[in-house]
């Protein structure tokens, strides 16, 4: 089971932090991605971290704005998400992942764990 939380509300330029904490099974056993969806759009990959070397990817729009990271000791996984835009509005969704692939594919395989979503929304 997966629960994300740490979402709300924040003005432009602002930060928030993320959190996707599992239960019940290794985190460090998966590569773990954040996803976001807007209204009226398509989920999006937005990071990823993986479970074999520690590498990280974000998709172009977020690059240099957000971090993924992972704390093996509280099986969680975190995203750092500075700069945020009103684009950045969506509901945030974290998943377990078989490898990350890029910056921009995310293949979601079909027994993947999903934590519930957090919204984040980002206005003035």
């Known amino acids: 089971q997966l629960q994300a939380s740490g979402g709300g509300l924040v003005q432009p330029g602002g930060s928030l932090r993320l959190s996707c904490a599992a239960s019940?099974?290794?985190?460090?056993?998966?590569?773990v991605g954040w996803f976001r969806q807007a209204p009226g759009k398509e989920r999006e990959g937005v990071s990823c971290?993986?479970?074999?070397?520690?590498?990280?990817y974000h998709t172009d729009s977020v690059r240099g704005r957000f971090t993924i990271s992972r704390d093996s000791a509280k099986n969680t996984v975190y995203l750092q998400m500075n700069s945020l835009k009103p684009e950045d509005t969506a509901v945030y969704y974290c998943a377990t992942l078989t490898r990350c692939y890029s910056d921009n594919y995310y293949y979601t395989p079909p027994d993947a764990y999903w934590g519930q979503g957090t919204q984040v929304t980002v206005s003035s």
């Open positions: 019940g099974f290794t985190f460090d056993y998966y590569a």
């Open positions: 971290i993986s479970n074999s070397d520690g590498n990280t």
